[in-house]
């Protein structure tokens, strides 16, 4: 039995030994088919920002200037009247109007008639008004009689004075109800229950919230039946965004130009900046002050307003054209040696007057760069 069993011990090493050469053998093989190549050489990729051309003298290179310039923003705004040159017209009084006599839009002058309202509130003041007339006209003849009795001994002084107290105060009773007369719209002298509503001041009409035949109601629940503004001097209201706020400062200049004019620039001057900011939009209400004697400015109208800085900087300064606007981003091409050039990304700022851009972020003064971005890349394509 022991015998039996190295037997089978010896067989299984046997075999096991087989195995592994057979799979070294193809290890050897397998290797000895794959040439060798050498070492491997790894080729970096082409740098896509480096241009190389074959005439560069074609491109005039020009060098980037250091200037003193102001900050600038141009944002939108609309025009909107002076608030303290804007006054309701309303009736303390309600009723029914039976003629209008001015319409939105329309200039008026202070004291002008601008509706007519039928009020029974002024017809219970004036039937009040007539019998505290009625009352008081009684009072004083009776205190008439009681002063002529009185000055022949016919009568008490204690009379005579309750007959002055009676006239007193039916002179305070009649007062009182003619001074309500006024108040509602009425004249003590013309009296009717036609209210004539008038102009309190010269200038626009700017709303209009009735009409002929409509109801007149009291003033805790109507809107206002006019209202009147002097355009004289308006506002421009303009959203500015919060990251753009520390540009505007109160007392700056700013251009105005009126989409409907705009080759009339208007000068304005900042008066107010919103503490508070509009939580959808993320801006602040900046308002500007114009004159507006013309006329020209109308509430509702679109402008543009650019906000020029009292203060000044130095900033890099390159003409206009050898900026490249592209995809949303500003490129420059700057000489790299041996007929190349490199493509840089900037970051412009607003076009001065004589045809230069301020540069942001990207360039420094002194530095070079081809002056017509736009000729350059187009011959670059082709």
């Known amino acids: 039995m022991k015998r039996r069993t190295q037997c089978l ?16 053998s193809r290890e050897s093989s397998a290797s000895a088919s794959i040439p060798d190549t050498g070492p491997v050489k790894v080729e970096e ?10 005439h560069p003298e074609q491109f005039p290179l020009v060098k980037v200037e250091a200037r003193r310039t102001h900050d600038e923003l141009v944002v939108n ?4 009247p002076d608030v303290s040159l804007t006054i309701p017209v309303n009736a303390l009084a309600g009723g029914r109007v039976v003629e209008i006599r001015a319409r939105l839009g329309d200039d008026v002058k202070a004291g002008q008639v601008l509706l007519r309202i039928h009020s029974p509130d002024l017809a219970a003041a004036i039937a009040d008004y007539q019998k505290a007339k009625a009352d008081e006209s009684l009072a004083r003849r009776s205190l008439e009689r009681s002063q002529l009795l009185y000055s022949h001994g016919a009568l008490a002084l204690k009379d005579l004075q309750q007959a002055q107290i009676a006239e007193d105060k039916a002179k305070v009773d009649l007062d009182t109800a003619a001074e309500r007369i006024r108040i509602l719209g009425g004249d003590v002298d013309h009296l009717s229950p036609i209210i004539e509503l008038k102009a309190p001041a010269s200038g626009t009409i700017i709303e209009q919230n009735t009409s002929s035949g409509a109801g007149v109601k009291s003033l805790d629940n109507s809107p ?7 355009l004289s ?10 990251n753009n706020l520390a540009q505007v400062r109160l007392g700056d200049f700013a251009e105005v130009r009126l989409n409907a004019y705009p080759d ?21 209400k900046v308002r500007l002050e114009l004159s507006n004697a013309s006329g020209l400015l109308r509430p509702g109208m679109f402008a543009t307003a650019k906000f020029i800085s009292q203060g000044s900087r130095t900033r890099p300064v390159v003409a206009s054209t050898a900026i490249l606007r592209l995809h949303d981003k500003d490129w420059v091409f700057r000489p790299a040696g041996e007929r190349r050039f490199r493509r840089c990304e900037v970051q412009g700022g607003p076009v001065l007057p004589d045809g230069s851009q301020e540069i942001l972020a990207g360039l420094q ?9 736009l000729q350059f890349s187009s011959t670059v394509e082709q």
């Open 45 to 54: 990729a082409p740098d896509a920002t480096l241009i190389q051309v074959d």
């Open 9 to 24: 011990l010896g067989g299984a090493v046997l075999g096991l030994a087989t195995l592994i050469f057979a799979a070294c």
């Open 233 to 242: 001097r308006v506002w421009v209201l303009c959203d500015v965004y919060e």
């Open 224 to 230: 206002n039946l006019f209202t009147i503004a002097n």
């Open 264 to 284: 009339r620039p208007l000068r304005g001057k900042v008066s107010n900046i919103s503490k508070m900011l509009d939580p959808n939009t993320r801006t602040a």
């Open 77 to 80: 705004g609309v025009v909107a």
């Open 365 to 373: 003064p002194g530095d070079e760069v081809v002056a017509n971005a």
